[in-house]
């Protein structure tokens, strides 16, 4: 059974906090690695897809990285704004049919 | 370009009662799935289609999971009868390249009571 687990469950930071979570995946059959960002009553947004070992990705205060030797990918966000809270999922792609989600993490950020 | 649609948005009825959704993917984007989000939990795959074929449906419970893809186009998905397990939200998502990613709609938080 294929396992992806996100950690923590949820987060509460004040605005202006660094933060970081992490998404752990098996080592085996990867092909991708994505991660999308989910506000309350609006659709789940891309941020990154990763596909190769020690892969960096940036989108402005976001970034991720990827480890997929040990099967890991973090997220961190830079000076955390109010607008950042959401839940943040990520999602290991098999490159079959495959595509499973973490949990995901819900971050609170306080102004 | 516009995004993924889904209808409706809310829905709340009985259990043992019929429910429909539906999807009407980004135009080109030639896979569609549907995806079942129980709170607390990842979005877990019902199904997914490459035009209007279906590649994967094994977690799609059959005996009351029904779905289809007119003409590789839009989508429906249908419980039938509902149970108090199947209040979640009904995600739809399309993909053109899944090495961009997937875009989802906004989807259909469904309630049964």
């Keep these: ?111 | 370009e516009a995004g993924v649609a889904q209808s409706p948005r809310y829905k709340i009825i009985e259990k043992r009662q019929s429910v429909a959704f539906w999807c009407n993917p980004i135009s080109g984007h030639a896979t569609l799935y549907w995806y079942q989000q129980i709170l607390g939990q990842g979005p877990k795959l019902l199904i997914q289609f490459q035009n209007n074929g279906v590649v994967d449906d094994s977690q799609l419970p059959k005996d009351r999971f029904s779905a289809e893809r007119l003409k590789g186009v839009d989508s429906t998905l249908k419980i039938q009868p509902a149970k108090l397990e199947d209040s979640a939200v009904y995600l739809c998502a399309s993909s053109l390249d899944r090495n961009i990613g997937y875009t989802f709609g906004s989807g259909t938080r469904l309630t049964v009571v």
């Design chain 1, 1 to 111: 059974i294929l396992n992806v687990e996100q950690s923590p469950q949820s987060l509460h930071v004040q605005e202006g906090d660094s933060t970081n979570f992490t998404c752990s995946f098996p080592s085996s059959n990867f092909y991708a690695l994505h991660w999308y960002r989910w506000e309350t009553a609006k659709s789940p947004e891309a941020l990154f897809v990763m596909t190769l070992n020690g892969d960096e990705k940036k989108k402005g205060r976001i970034s991720a990285t990827l480890n997929t030797k040990e099967g890991y990918s973090y997220l961190y966000i830079k000076g955390s704004q109010p607008e950042d809270s959401a839940t943040y999922l990520c999602a290991f792609d098999t490159g079959g049919f495959k595509t499973i989600f973490g949990a995901g993490t819900r971050l609170f950020v306080k102004a």
